[in-house]
């Protein structure tokens, strides 16, 4: 299958605390786990990604974590502001080229 | 060449018309992927090129859309008939060979409305 479940569908934080967006994915062949940004109505933006030969991986104030054995990953963001505020979709490749999209998790920053 | 290129940026139709998007990917990106997304939803897989060969395409992909990339550069997708449910943002992107799946490059999309 090329199902790929996200959660929470919203979440909303204090400015400077913590934000985990967590997916997981059904093919245990995907490889590639990429996060995307999506302001309102502008293109997706790759934020960070991460390939099933590492466990964890760090840009700044995002980390993404991937469990390959649980076939789940998960966006972190740290010390959030509110240009956090976005759609976030994570994604999972299938059959090598094939982006599987997450329905996405929409982040309010409170100021 | 600054990135994947979508033309037009908006399009508003009567239901029942045709309407053609075009897509110039990045230069040296040799493949290219459409998809669709709807609002609240992630981007849905619709049909992917390597060069000009269309290599798969999705069972969302009707008999009523159909997609071209006549010599491995620019593409196009056109949806003929349309319906309201055809109403979307249809989004272009490439990659490299080399790197089939990693870090696709988006373009702005097409928002189609159907009237």
């Known amino acids: 299958g090329e199902n790929v479940e996200q959660h929470p569908s919203t979440l909303s934080v204090q400015e400077g605390d913590s934000a985990v967006i967590k997916c997981t994915y059904s093919?245990?062949?995907?490889?590639?786990f990429p996060w995307y940004k999506q302001e309102l109505g502008k293109r997706p933006q790759l934020i960070i990604d991460i390939r099933s030969n590492v466990g964890e991986k760090k840009d700044q104030r995002i980390a993404v974590t991937l469990n390959k054995t649980a076939k789940h990953f998960s966006l972190h963001i740290t010390e959030t502001q509110p240009e956090d505020s976005a759609v976030y979709f994570c994604a999972a490749t299938f059959n090598d080229y094939k982006l599987s999209f997450g329905a996405g998790t929409t982040v309010t920053v409170r100021a | 060449d600054t990135g994947v290129s979508q033309n037009p940026r908006h399009k508003i139709t009567k239901r029942g018309q045709n309407v053609t998007f075009r897509c110039d990917p990045i230069?040296?990106?040799?493949?290219l992927y459409w998809y669709r997304q709807t609002l609240g939803q992630g981007p849905e897989f619709l049909t992917y090129f390597q060069n000009e060969a269309q290599l798969e395409k999705s069972r969302l992909l009707s008999d009523r859309f159909s997609a071209e990339r006549p010599k491995g550069s620019f593409s196009t997708l056109e949806i003929q008939r349309t319906e309201q449910g055809d109403s979307a943002m249809y989004l272009c992107a490439s990659s490299l060979d080399s790197e089939p799946g990693y870090g696709y490059t988006f373009g702005s999309g097409t928002r189609l409305t159907v009237v």
């Open positions: 230069s040296e990106h040799n493949r």
């Open positions: 093919d245990s062949a995907s490889n590639y």
